[in-house]
């Protein structure tokens, strides 16, 4: 049996927002405000930019049966999909406000957002960055990277 490592690369930003997505941020905190969280209170924004350069946006939208309720990566995420089938992603940002106010920390995306992240790496091919927007700090990581040993249903991933 060998050992073996996982090294996984981020970028702190700790003044501003990171170089070169601060829109792409900005559109992130915006659509937070369009969430439907009225059972947490935890507004999240997420905002998907494409690789022709157009952006999509989405919000966590919440169910009074709560695992109904969809967070706001996989709602554009999704949409996404639907709109620009043929369009890979070169970058998401999320940010996250609690009571009104963008919060201190980044926040990072749930276990199954990052799920369908890997799905989409594997649909276009492509890895991309992931921007989590917070007061204090934004932290910029490759997607791949959130989820190391993520499920991949190899026979059909073959035939895409
Ligand atoms: N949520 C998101 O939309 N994205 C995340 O990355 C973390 C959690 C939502 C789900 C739920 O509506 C609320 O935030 C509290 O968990």
């Known amino acids: 049996m060998d ?8 970028f702190v930003c700790r003044e501003g927002l990171p170089a070169g997505y601060e829109d792409l941020c900005r559109k992130a905190m915006e659509i937070s405000q369009t969430a439907y ?21 989405g919000s966590n939208q919440e169910n009074s049966a709560y695992p109904n309720g969809l967070c706001a990566e996989r709602t554009a995420l999704f949409y996404a999909g639907a709109q620009y089938p043929q369009n890979g992603v070169k ?16 926040v990072t995306p749930c276990g199954a957002c990052r799920q369908v992240m890997s799905e989409v790496i594997i649909r276009y091919g492509k890895d991309f960055d992931v921007i989590m927007v917070g007061k204090k700090e934004s932290v910029v ?12 249903f190899s026979e059909k991933t073959a035939q895409r």
């Open 3 to 10: 050992k073996r490592e996982l090294k996984i690369d981020y």
């Open 37 to 57: 969280s009225i059972y947490s209170g935890f507004s999240v924004g997420a905002a998907v930019l494409l690789d022709n350069g157009m952006v999509v946006t």
């Open 91 to 106: 970058a998401l940002a999320l940010a996250a406000c609690y009571n009104g106010e963008l919060r201190e920390e980044s």
């Open 141 to 152: 990581v490759k997607a791949s990277a959130l989820l190391p040993f993520a499920f991949v």
